[in-house]
């Protein structure tokens, strides 16, 4: 299903379709590894900006600086780090409610899972390199 996203369209499609549909689209203009971070923080936050350092490594500094740039992220001191929460803005764009609470099994109603895939907008380009 493609629908009207704002600024582009969404496409929804079954993951048992998923394999014959991800050759079709274009790579995303965020890299594997800054969508990796983003992920990370949306997924563990409350999340200290050291222990993101510690499991993605020093590059993530770069990421990081990148989604505050973009408005997918925001950080608060919290002694000597910070820590990190996705803003409104993120869930927004990849239209979440609550990250905690996303259930990618069924849609409420659907015997099949659902996975929107979304395109990033030219102005989330990163220079960084993939992981």
């Not at 050759?23 to 949306?42: G, M, Q, R, Y």
């Not at 200290?48 to 950080?75: P, S, W």
Request: glycine share 6%; aromatic share 6%; proline share 8%.
């Amino acid at each position: 299903m493609i629908e009207n996203a704002g600024k582009g369209y969404a496409m929804r499609v079954r993951p048992v379709f998923e394999e014959k549909v991800m050759p079709l689209i274009p790579e995303t203009d965020l890299p594997k590894s800054v969508l990796k971070t983003l992920a990370l923080i949306a997924h563990e936050q409350p999340i200290k900006q050291t222990t993101v350092v510690k499991l993605r490594g020093n590059r993530v500094y770069h990421y990081l600086h990148r989604l505050e740039e973009l408005g997918f992220i925001q950080g608060r001191p919290d002694g000597r780090t910070r820590l990190l929460t996705t803003t409104p803005k993120f869930h927004e764009y990849f239209r979440l409610q609550d990250v905690r609470t996303l259930n990618l099994g069924a849609v409420a109603g659907d015997t099949e899972p659902k996975q929107t895939i979304l395109e990033i907008p030219p102005e989330a380009q990163c220079e960084a390199e993939d992981d």
